[in-house]
């Protein structure tokens, strides 16, 4: 491979390519639209109200991923969610900027 010639690490492989779990195949269309949901006015989405969703942009729709991402978020608020989410962040820190270009 060409990739090799150079030193360079083979290209990895893409997750939808190696069998894994099916609930390890959800998208992110999935939590975008739950939160679509939440920002129409449902404190609690359903797996249909995420699939009415999906279909009306003619997205394909697994009840059994949608009803996992409902189920794992039962009892939960998106603000808590993003909260949790924003602490797990800041563990990542973060680089500082360049300097000026001469």
């Known amino acids: 491979q ?6 360079l690490a083979p290209p990895r492989t893409r997750s939808r ?3 894994t779990a099916k609930f390890a195949k959800m998208s992110l269309k999935y939590v975008a639209a739950y939160m679509m949901a939440v920002l129409a006015g449902k404190d609690s989405p359903s ?3 995420l699939k009415k969703i999906l ?3 003619e997205a394909e729709c697994d009840d059994e991923v949608a ?6 978020l039962e ?4 603000n808590e969610l993003v909260k949790d989410g924003k602490e797990k962040l800041k563990a990542f820190g973060g680089g ?3 300097g000026a270009a001469p």
């Open 2 to 7: 060409a990739s090799e010639s150079y030193g």
């Open 17 to 19: 390519d190696v069998p």
């Open 67 to 72: 009803g996992k991402l409902v189920s794992e």
């Open 47 to 49: 797996a249909a109200d």
């Open 96 to 98: 500082g900027g360049g």
């Open 75 to 78: 009892g939960k608020t998106v």
């Open 55 to 57: 279909e009306s942009v």
